[in-house]
């Protein structure tokens, strides 16, 4: 297995930095040609000559071709009283073209490239205000939070390593799980780790916050800074394990400043967490009550064709492993986005009114 990940970052990390090297030169490239094909610049010429008149006269078409297309795509739907719909249908896309540039990855990225790209409408996440002020209504401490992205590549390749070939291969919904604390203060400063009580980026003092685990570590977060997302689901203990809570909410924030598990297979020691790891230590007591237990979860390129093939193997637990225990009944699921919620369609749901105002 160990052979895995330098190929993954020899051939990945290569291919991104192509793509970024093409998406960067891309114009100052079509423009030299332009410029080479008007003013018969020798080398150039020669260079495209050299690809064969009829490859460039076929890409050539082929460009005309899609741009037609394009052009009665948009005539065709042009708002009545428009006097110029093609500049109206350029402007209104290009107003849609973000422009992202990172000249300096995080602390925890080891291989600092820079990388530049453009995303046609990028919008914002899925979660809306009215969504945000639900939560922040019925958070209650020792509550899961399940969350994920759109878009992510990482978020992809999570989702379809949490695969478990006794569940129908079922990919993951969630990349991501953490605890809800509530309110932090100066008293629990005192059970942080000494060498971590006084790091801002560890451990933070707020009305509302979250214990989570993530590539810097286990750290403390404000509630509405991790629910910056696009999908999120809110589970609570059931009342008779609510007792549970306090020593939850202990056991994380004596966990505070431990690194993470990158290998996500750390369930026996707890020396160091993945996200799901993390909620896992916490509810250690609670392992039996819930049948809460590590899984073989791996990643199966071919399920229907080759079952048995899988890579990154590991036993351990996932986000959709908690979810799971909502759709068994086990925990109550007490908010979900619309979106979540159409995905799992038959996952019970009780109601459950806001947290009395003092």
Request: charged content about 20%; glycine content about 8%; some cysteine.
């Amino acid at each position: 297995m160990h052979f895995v990940w330098p190929v993954l970052l020899l051939f990945f990390r290569s291919l991104y930095l192509l793509y970024t090297l093409w998406c960067l030169s891309f114009l100052f490239v079509l423009l030299g040609l332009v410029l080479a094909w008007a003013t018969e610049y020798p080398p150039l010429v020669a260079y495209i000559h050299s690809m064969g008149s009829t490859a460039l006269w076929g890409a050539g078409a082929g460009f005309t071709l899609v741009g037609t297309l394009m052009l009665w795509g948009v005539y065709s739907r042009r708002t009545v009283g428009d006097p110029n719909p093609f500049q109206s249908g350029f402007l209104s896309w290009f107003g849609t073209i973000k422009w992202f540039w990172n000249a300096q990855p995080g602390a925890m990225v080891k291989l600092a490239l820079p990388s530049g790209y453009l995303v046609e409408n990028p919008g914002g996440y899925r979660l809306s205000g009215r969504d945000t002020r639900e939560v922040l209504d019925l958070l209650q401490p020792g509550d899961i939070l399940l969350r994920g992205y759109r878009g992510y590549v990482d978020g992809v390749m999570i989702r379809l390593a949490s695969r478990c070939s006794d569940k129908g291969f079922r990919p993951g919904w969630y990349t991501h799980a953490a605890l809800f604390v509530g309110h932090l203060g100066a008293e629990d400063r005192t059970k942080v780790p000494a060498e971590f009580a006084n790091h801002a980026e560890y451990f933070e003092e707020g009305a509302q916050m979250v214990v989570h685990s993530m590539a810097k570590g286990v750290h403390t977060e404000d509630i509405l800074t991790f629910i910056r997302c696009d999908y999120l689901t809110v589970l609570r203990l059931k009342p008779e394990h609510q007792s549970e809570v306090q020593h939850a909410k202990d056991s994380a924030l004596g966990k505070i400043g431990h690194a993470y598990d990158f290998n996500s297979d750390d369930t026996q020691r707890f020396h160091r967490f993945s996200c799901s790891e993390l909620v896992y230590y916490c509810l250690r007591n609670l392992h039996a009550a819930l049948d809460l237990k590590p899984t073989v979860h791996a990643l199966y390129p071919l399920p229907k064709i080759l079952p048995r093939m899988s890579i990154l193997k590991r036993n351990t637990v996932v986000p959709d492993d908690y979810y799971e225990l909502a759709e068994n009944g086990v925990i109550d699921c007490v908010w979900e986005d619309r979106a979540s919620r159409a995905a799992h369609p038959s996952t019970p749901r009780p109601t459950i009114t806001k947290n009395a105002k003092p």
